[in-house]
C-alpha cells in the first residue's frame, strides 16, 4: 500500500484549481477527452483480467516510451488500481481524474497522470484507453491541442504494434457507440449559481438541449448537481469534426456566462433579500459550524463563491475556492488523513478544515446594505 | 466405448448369452437395449408388463428373458403354428429357441470384455455388414455391388490407390469415433454423477459429432481477424450481420439484440459485422453515421514515406539502366560492370513497410 496517494503523487492544487483561460469568474475548468482502443482486444467490459491487464500494460508501457517526445506525458504518475483502497480511489473521482465506473473495478484498471493532473490516461474506463486533459478557466483549444498531441503520439506508438481501432466509416470505435467517431468528449465545467437562486436552470438546460449540447451534473453523466457547478458537453461524436465540437462547446459556454452574468447582476435588486440570506446563511454556518456535511458545506462554498465574485465576501481566492471544494469530499478527506473516517467523523474534520479559511473572510459593507421592507417588497422567492 | 446397435449412444448396459454354450456378448445403451428386448418379446408373443416402460432395465430384461423361455417351450409344442414368414423372423426365432437361457448383465464393466471381444468378432462384422444401410455413418451414391464392378473394371494400380483411400477414411472415421468415446467417458466420469449420466444419456451422437465439428470451425471463425487484411476492406469484404449463420460477433460473440440492451459493443469487430443496424441507429440518435473528424495519422504517414521510398528507389533504378546503356554503347565493360553490380543492390533492397 502506497503512502496516502494524492498527497505523495499529486501537487496539493491541481493544474485547474489555478488561475488561468479566459472566463475563469464562471468557467471552473475545460475538460477535453478523447476515447481510443486497441483493435485487438475486446473492450473492457467484455475484457477477461488477463486482457485488461495486458491492455494497461501495454497503455503504460506506451506512455513511458512516448514520455520524452514532444507531446508526450511527461513525468507521469502510473497507478494500478489494485494498489489502493476504495476511498483513495474515489478520491480520484473528486479530482476529476476518474469516473464513478473506473473505480468500481480494481482489476486491471489503471491511471497515468501528471502531477498537476493536467493530462491523464484513465485506463480500461469504459473504452481502453481514455485521454483527459482539463485546464482551468475555458481554454478548450488548448485542452485539445494537449490530448490530440498524446493521441499522435500513442498511436505512432501503437502503429505496427496493436493499432487503435479505427474504420473509415465509423471513425474511432468504441465501447458504447455513441462516443463512436471521433470518440471527443469537450466539456466546460460551470458555475452558476445566478440562475439557479434565479429560478432559470431549466430554462439554460432546455436551451443548451436545443443546440445539441448537454448540461449535466457535476461529475458527467448521471451525476447530481453539487454546488452549483454544471457540466456543459458535446452530445456528438459522430458526423462532426473535432474543430466544430471545440467551437459550439465553447460558443454555448459564452453564452451560458453571459447569461449568469446578467442574472447575477439583477440579483442584488430583483432578489435582494433571498440572496442576502442565502449567502449570510452560508457565510455563518461555515464560520460557526462544528459539524458540517458534504452538501451543505458544498453548497455554501458555491455561495460564498457566488458572494466574492459580486463583491459581497472578500478574502479568499478563487484558486482556495477551488482547492476547498475538493478537499472537503468524503473520499478526499479520508486521504488526507490517511485512514478511512466515519461519517460523523467526516463531518466534524471538515468544520474544522474550513473554519480557518472562513475566519480569513470578511463581508463586505455592500453586503450589509440590506434592503429595508419597503425595498423588499416586491422580492419574491425564487422557485429552485 | 458405444453402443453396438446405434451407434451413437455410450453403450452402458452389457449382456452375455450363454448360447450352447457359446457365450455372445451384447455392448448396448440402455434405450437400445430395451428396444431390443421389447422388440424380440412382441416376436415372441411374450406378455410384456404394462409398467415396461418406467421398470429399471435389467429387470425388465430379466424378466422378458425368463418369461420367453416359457414362450419357448410353448412354441415348441406346437412348432410351425407362429408360422415364419420372413427371414428375419425366422432369423429371431432359431437364435430365440436356440437361446439356453442363460443370461448375463453387466452394466458398465468394459474390462470384463476384452478378451470376447475377439471372440464374437466374425459375427459382429456379419452384423454390420446388414445394418450397414441403416447407419449414417458414410454414404456412398453407389451400392456396394456398383462398387465391386467399378473396382473389378480398374486396373490393378488404381484398385490399390481407391483400397488405400478407404482405408485411409476408415481411419478418418475412426480417429473421430475415438474422440467421440473419449468426449462420452468424460461424460460420464464428471463428477456431476447421475446428472451427468442422464445428460450423456441425452446427448445424441449428432450432437457431439456437432460440437466436435463446430470447434475447429469456431476456432476458425476467431482467428479471422476482421481488420486484417485492409487492402481487401471494401463494401463486398464486410459480413453483413445477417449473413453470420448465428447473429453473433465472431470474436466476442456479442448478438445484436445484446447490444442494443446493453448499449454496448463487445470488441472492435461488433462494428464491422453490426455495421448497418448500427449505421441505422446511429443515423436516428446522432443524425449522422458517416466519420467526419481525425483520421489516424500514424498510418497515413508511413503509407506516404513509403511511397515516397518506392519511388526514390523506382527513380534512381532508371537512372542506373540509362546508364548501364549508355556504358554499354560506348563499349566501357568494367563501368557497365560496376553499374550492373549497383542495379543488382539497390533491386535487392526491400522498402519494408515496418522500417521506420
Keep these: ?384 | 466405448m458405444k453402443c453396438e446397435k446405434c451407434r451413437e449412444r455410450a453403450a452402458n448396459v452389457f449382456i452375455t448369452r450363454v448360447v450352447e454354450g457359446q457365450s455372445f456378448k451384447e455392448k448396448l445403451c440402455e434405450p437400445c437395449a430395451r428396444e431390443g428386448a421389447l422388440a424380440e418379446a412382441w416376436l415372441l408373443g411374450t406378455p410384456v408388463p404394462e409398467d415396461a416402460a418406467r421398470m429399471p432395465l435389467d429387470k425388465l430384461l430379466l424378466e422378458l428373458f425368463a418369461q420367453s423361455q416359457e414362450a419357448q417351450e410353448a412354441a415348441a409344442n406346437n412348432s410351425g403354428a407362429l408360422g415364419a414368414d420372413s427371414d428375419d423372423d425366422k432369423w429371431s426365432l432359431q437364435k430365440l429357441a436356440e437361446l439356453d437361457s442363460q443370461i448375463e448383465l453387466g452394466r458398465a464393466d468394459p474390462d470384463g470384455f476384452a478378451e470376447s471381444f475377439e471372440f464374437s468378432s466374425d459375427e459382429d462384422e456379419a452384423d454390420e455388414e446388414d445394418e450397414v444401410d441403416s447407419e449414417d455413418e458414410i454414404e456412398f451414391d453407389v451400392s456396394p455391388e456398383e462398387m465391386e464392378a467399378a473396382l473389378e473394371e480398374m486396373e490393378p494400380h488404381e484398385r490399390e490407390a481407391v483400397s488405400q483411400m478407404l482405408e485411409a477414411l476408415d481411419e478418418v472415421q475412426q480417429h473421430l469415433e475415438d474422440i467421440m468415446v473419449q468426449r462420452a467417458h468424460e461424460l460420464e466420469d464428471s463428477p456431476l454423477g447421475d446428472a451427468a449420466d442422464s445428460a450423456a444419456g441425452d446427448e445424441t451422437l449428432g450432437d457431439i459429432v456437432s460440437a466436435v465439428e463446430a470447434d475447429p470451425f469456431a476456432d476458425d471463425i476467431a482467428s479471422h481477424d476482421p481488420f486484417a487484411d485492409d487492402a481487401g476492406r471494401g463494401d463486398e469484404a464486410t459480413p453483413s450481420w445477417k449473413s453470420t449463420p448465428t447473429g453473433r460477433c465472431a470474436k466476442c460473440h456479442t448478438t445484436w439484440d445484446r447490444m442494443r440492451e446493453d448499449g454496448r459493443a463487445g470488441c472492435p469487430a461488433c462494428y464491422e459485422i453490426f455495421a448497418e443496424p448500427l449505421a441505422e441507429t446511429l443515423e436516428r440518435m446522432q443524425s449522422a453515421s458517416q466519420h467526419a473528424g481525425k483520421a489516424p495519422r500514424a498510418a497515413a504517414r508511413r503509407q506516404r514515406r513509403l511511397e515516397h521510398l518506392r519511388a526514390r528507389r523506382d527513380s534512381r533504378l532508371a537512372l542506373l539502366r540509362e546508364r548501364l546503356e549508355a556504358a554499354l554503347k560506348a563499349d566501357q565493360f568494367e563501368e557497365a560492370s560496376k553499374l550492373r553490380d549497383k542495379i543488382r543492390i539497390v533491386e535487392s533492397t526491400i522498402v519494408d513497410p515496418e522500417a521506420p
Design chain 1, 1 to 384: 500500500m502506497h503512502p496516502p496517494l494524492l498527497l505523495s503523487a499529486f501537487d496539493r492544487a491541481a493544474r485547474w484549481m489555478k488561475r488561468g483561460g479566459r472566463e475563469n469568474d464562471i468557467v471552473l475548468s475545460s475538460r477535453v477527452r478523447l476515447a481510443r482502443n486497441l483493435r485487438r482486444y475486446p473492450f473492457p467490459h467484455k475484457a477477461s483480467p488477463a486482457e485488461l491487464a495486458s491492455v494497461r500494460h501495454r497503455a503504460f508501457a506506451a506512455l513511458r516510451a512516448t514520455a520524452e517526445a514532444p507531446g508526450g506525458m511527461a513525468a507521469a504518475q502510473f497507478l494500478l488500481f489494485e494498489d489502493f483502497s476504495q476511498w483513495e480511489r474515489q478520491s480520484l473521482i473528486d479530482r476529476h481524474l476518474s469516473s464513478r465506473e473506473h473505480v468500481q473495478d480494481e482489476l486491471g484498471r489503471g491511471l497515468a497522470a501528471t502531477p498537476d493532473a493536467a493530462l491523464c490516461v484513465q485506463a480500461n474506463e469504459e473504452d481502453h484507453l481514455r485521454l483527459q486533459s482539463l485546464l482551468p478557466g475555458l481554454q478548450l483549444d488548448a485542452a485539445f491541442a494537449l490530448v490530440d498531441k498524446l493521441d499522435d503520439v500513442l498511436e505512432g506508438y501503437f502503429d505496427g504494434r496493436a493499432a487503435f481501432a479505427y474504420s473509415d466509416r465509423f471513425g474511432y470505435l468504441t465501447a458504447c457507440p455513441t462516443n463512436a467517431g471521433t470518440g471527443l468528449r469537450a466539456s466546460v465545467m460551470l458555475h452558476l449559481p445566478g440562475l439557479e437562486v434565479a429560478g432559470r436552470m431549466d430554462r439554460a438546460r432546455r436551451w443548451a438541449e436545443g443546440r445539441g449540447l448537454l448540461l449535466r451534473g457535476t461529475f458527467g453523466e448521471g451525476s447530481k448537481v453539487w454546488g452549483h457547478l454544471h457540466q456543459l458537453s458535446n452530445a456528438a461524436s459522430m458526423g462532426v469534426g473535432e474543430t466544430d465540437v471545440l467551437v459550439d462547446v465553447e460558443k454555448a459556454a459564452r453564452e451560458l456566462c453571459d447569461m449568469e452574468r446578467a442574472a447575477r447582476v439583477g440579483l442584488p435588486e430583483k432578489q435582494a433579500i433571498e440572496a442576502r440570506d442565502r449567502i449570510g446563511r452560508a457565510f455563518g454556518t461555515l464560520r460557526y459550524a462544528r459539524r458540517a456535511g458534504c452538501r451543505e458545506a458544498t453548497d455554501c462554498l458555491s455561495l460564498l463563491r457566488l458572494g466574492h465574485e459580486m463583491n459581497w465576501a472578500k478574502g479568499l481566492t478563487r484558486q482556495r475556492f477551488n482547492e476547498l471544494m475538493v478537499w472537503i469530499r468524503p473520499a478526499y478527506l479520508q486521504v488526507l488523513h490517511g485512514r478511512a473516517l466515519s461519517s460523523d467523523e467526516r463531518d466534524i474534520l471538515r468544520a474544522d478544515l474550513l473554519r480557518p479559511h472562513l475566519n480569513r473572510m470578511r463581508l463586505d459593507p455592500a453586503f450589509f446594505d440590506a434592503p429595508g421592507p419597503e425595498n423588499g417588497a416586491s422580492d419574491k422567492p425564487a422557485t429552485t
